[in-house]
């Protein structure tokens, strides 16, 4: 296999790892910044690799439209195309697929969809998502999945099932290369369909396996249910991937229930947003009780934009719609994101990762609702 995975210890269902692949040795638990269009928005390389990220996502629906993966696959591939030294991880465009609504048409054999770029009209099948993906060059690719929405009806989570399994085994099949193919076990919030899913996808004995289908719209409640056995339904010795899930309570959770890879766009979005991402809880950079505030954004942090610059500055700086300001922000939510995952494998490591989490969840820091008044937001795989 292309990549290498070592279970080096477990408490609980909770695991420490070490994932490596062709171009990084990457310690699990791990959060993956989005790299959507092969950048990990505003940030350079040496500022990305500085926070302790080895691993970062890719998407192919959007390097299928831009540049084109036949101009990523003449430059050298992903790697040499960007510059990036560590791992990239591919998705297979299947959630942007299924975000387009309107823009798409899913049969059995494929989806036909608008660009949302230009409006042209594009084709995906499994064939297609693993040759693009092949292109890219990605130390590890995702089976093409069809997603469905929390309010879907009951029939279009097990279509949707079903499909995702016939794809997984067609992207397995079309397979030329040796990069590492992940399964995505799809079927909603029925134990009984992700059971089926799960059974379909391993049986194709593939080196790794994600959840999808997930932050799609439930409610929390329903998302922590399905925590508590889909994880346990993949195989213990490859890596368990949990697709487009990223508030830190989330995280912790899905460690706690046997998770190995994350990935989300809230750090950058946030950024984007002047929202920052902290040890106390989410904080809104525009609103004015930070406008005299002669302290960093979070005390608890050794970034460079904690270390060198007050709440005051950083206000200014999204008041004003100073790049520094987005730059900065996403610097330190990429950051907090990375600090997180190298405590929780700390605390896996000294046998103490029941102990902390119970620590952290009694803080009753609550990252996911509104900050200060605005409206709230979910993560996905979508641009970052």
């Given amino acids: 296999m292309a990549i290498q995975f070592e279970l080096l210890q477990q408490e609980g269902a909770a695991r420490r790892g070490r994932l490596t692949t062709p171009h ?145 085994a067609r992207c397995r099949a079309a397979q030329r290369t040796a990069q590492a193919l992940f399964g995505i076990v799809q079927g909603g919030f029925d134990p009984a369909l992700r059971r089926e899913s799960a059974a379909r996808t391993v049986e194709l004995d593939l080196p790794g396996y994600a959840l999808g289908g997930l932050s799609v719209g439930e409610p929390k409640e329903v998302f922590l249910e399905t925590l508590t056995y889909a994880p346990a339904l993949l195989p213990a010795e490859r890596p368990r991937y949990l697709m487009g899930v990223g508030w830190p309570e989330d995280i912790v959770a899905g460690v706690a229930a046997g998770i190995d890879l994350f990935d989300c766009v809230l750090p950058t979005r946030l950024g984007r947003t002047t929202t920052a991402v902290t040890s106390t809880g989410r904080v809104n950079l525009r609103n004015a009780r930070w406008a005299q505030a002669d302290e960093p954004l979070d005390a608890a942090c050794d970034c460079a934009c904690c270390q060198h610059h007050s709440k005051a500055y950083l206000r200014h700086l999204a008041n004003t719609s100073e790049i520094l300001g987005i730059r900065l922000l996403t610097l330190h939510n990429v950051h907090f994101y990375q600090r997180l995952l190298q405590q929780i494998r700390a605390a896996l490591e000294a046998g103490r990762f029941a102990a902390w989490a119970a620590d952290f969840t009694s803080r009753g820091v609550r990252w996911a609702g509104p900050p200060e008044g605005a409206p709230a937001a979910r993560g996905g795989p979508q641009t970052p």
């Fill in 24 to 168: 990084a040795v990457v310690e699990t638990p791990v959060f993956m910044p989005v790299g959507t269009q092969a950048t990990v928005k505003s940030l350079t390389w040496p500022e990305v690799a500085g926070t302790g990220a080895r691993l970062l996502l890719a998407n192919t629906y959007h390097l299928y439209l831009r540049p084109g993966a036949e101009t990523v696959a003449a430059l050298g591939g992903l790697h040499r195309f960007s510059g990036w030294e560590g791992g990239f991880l591919t998705d297979s465009g299947g959630f942007q697929v299924f975000s387009l609504a309107g823009l798409r048409q899913i049969d059995d054999d494929g989806v036909r969809f608008q660009s949302h770029q230009d409006g042209s009209f594009h084709r995906f099948t499994p064939e297609v998502a693993v040759a693009v993906q092949e292109q890219l060059g990605a130390d590890i690719m995702m089976c093409f999945d069809d997603v469905a929405g929390y309010d879907s009806p009951p029939t279009r989570f097990r279509e949707a099932m079903l499909r995702s399994a016939a794809w997984a």
